[in-house]
């Protein structure tokens, strides 16, 4: 088998830890696999990085940037190549731009427009084990880029996807993916299996377990994906196109996102083109727009309220400022102090009243929605902050006692 293994940052946090990564990957060449590995940076790393930056810059510019958070993968690689070598494992370590793995341009957000396969063939050919850096990448005109926070995921699944790996492993600090985060929320399951469908929108909901693109992308390019713990030898979570759901749960996850931001702009004329104003003018900035609210006309006016992620908002408040009189409004306010929490589950598309389930819940323990927005697999709220983590809670009672 051809094995792609992605360990995050924890897993290799220190020394011993990756000493007993080495061990699990050699096991797993032993065994006859051909292994590619893939790293995130040790520990806290990329913060610290991103600290040192601001020391020196609080706004360097994003090429540079990328230069430094490039090399906490690059010190991974190298040290568990190390421990490899010791164990007499035939081993070379691969940066994003030796693979090389093409980016577009976009620094610290970056796309994955290709995986070359070649070196990495022919490493496999001599029975190497490959370690890659996770998270970066390399641009057409040979830039280093990254991928945007917890992307290591997404370099595992696109190089798994590139040479048609058997299966992509991502090993974490937690034994596959829960009902909601096992270490805040109480009674949390483990899930044996999760559709991409369902494991998509909770990683863009805010489950961190995995980076939402790697869900994406293993999707589009069939690569089958399994979420493990590097401290327990025992079977993950599987994520694939069809589970069989035995338990018959109507959702199969929460989910919660603090980095969101409320706008609300207030007393504009209720007529045709003000919400494109509005919208396009974020539109044009690139910024998205989330959960959208619009209040029905009073006396010819009316409010549109919407959320935005928590670190565009200064840049979409001072555009609709900029706009005032272009739109037509009386006030304009932002609010910080607001986080979504989301039920996820195909089991909606087949069953009635899960929504108001949610809201039940949310009522027994006096807990305001301020927004509410549904697709066909999920529904999302948007609450006060400080009211997120016990929302979380109550609905995972509600739904799983
Ligand atoms: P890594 O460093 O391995 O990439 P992350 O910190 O990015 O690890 O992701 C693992 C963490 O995701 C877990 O420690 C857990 O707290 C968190 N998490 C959030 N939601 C979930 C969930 N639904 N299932 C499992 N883990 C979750
Ligand atoms: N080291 C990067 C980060 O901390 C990438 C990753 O861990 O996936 O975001
Ligand atoms: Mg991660």
Not at 51 to 60: C, F, G, H, L, S
Not at 105 to 110: C, K, P, S
Request: proline share 2%; aromatic share 4%.
């Amino acid at each position: 088998m051809l094995l792609v293994q992605k360990f995050g940052g924890s897993s290799v946090a220190d020394a011993e830890k990756i000493k007993r990564v080495a061990g699990i990957i050699a096991d797993n060449y032993c065994d006859g696999n051909d292994v590619v590995v893939v790293l995130s940076a040790q520990g806290d790393t990329t913060d610290d990085l991103l600290e040192k930056a601001a020391e020196i810059n609080p706004n360097p510019s994003k090429r540079e940037l990328d230069v430094l958070l490039s090399t906490g993968e690059q010190i991974s690689v190298a040290l568990m190549s190390m421990a490899l070598e010791k164990m007499g494992m035939p081993v070379v370590s691969l940066t994003g731009w030796q693979v090389p793995v093409s980016t577009n341009f976009q620094h610290g957000n970056a796309r994955i427009r290709s995986v070359s396969t070649e070196r990495l063939r022919q490493e496999l050919d001599r029975r190497r084990i490959v370690i890659v850096t996770g998270f970066q990448g390399i641009s057409g005109t040979g830039e280093i880029t990254t991928l945007g926070r917890g992307g290591s995921d997404t370099s595992a699944v696109a190089v798994a996807a590139a040479l048609h790996a058997d299966k992509c492993q991502i090993y974490t600090d937690v034994d596959g993916v829960y009902t909601a985060d096992p270490r805040k929320v109480e009674g949390a399951r483990r899930l044996d299996e999760i559709t991409y469908d369902e494991m998509m929108e909770l990683a863009s909901l805010g489950a961190q377990v995995l980076h939402n693109r790697s869900v994406e992308m293993a999707k589009r390019y069939g690569v089958e994906l399994e979420v493990l713990s590097s401290y327990e030898r025992k079977p993950g979570t599987q994520v694939k196109e069809v589970v069989k759901n035995v338990e018959q749960m109507k959702i199969s996850g929460i989910a919660k996102d603090h980095n969101v931001a409320r706008i609300a702009v207030v007393g504009v004329k209720d007529e045709p083109g003000v919400a494109f104003k509005v919208f396009r003018s974020l539109a044009n900035a690139k910024i998205n727009v989330d959960i959208i609210l619009q209040s029905i006309d009073r006396n010819g006016l009316n409010d549109i309220s919407f959320t935005v992620a928590e670190d565009e908002l200064d840049k979409a408040f001072e555009i609709l400022k900029g706009r005032r009189d272009h739109i037509g409004y009386s006030d304009l306010f932002a609010s910080k102090n607001v986080a979504k929490v989301s039920i996820v589950g195909a089991g909606m598309l087949s069953s009635s009243g899960i929504a108001a389930t949610m809201f039940e819940a949310l009522s027994d323990a006096k807990i305001n929605i301020q927004m509410i927005s549904t697709s066909e697999i999920k529904v999302s709220v948007l609450l006060d902050e400080s009211c997120a983590d016990k929302a979380v809670q109550v609905i995972h009672n509600k739904f799983f006692n």
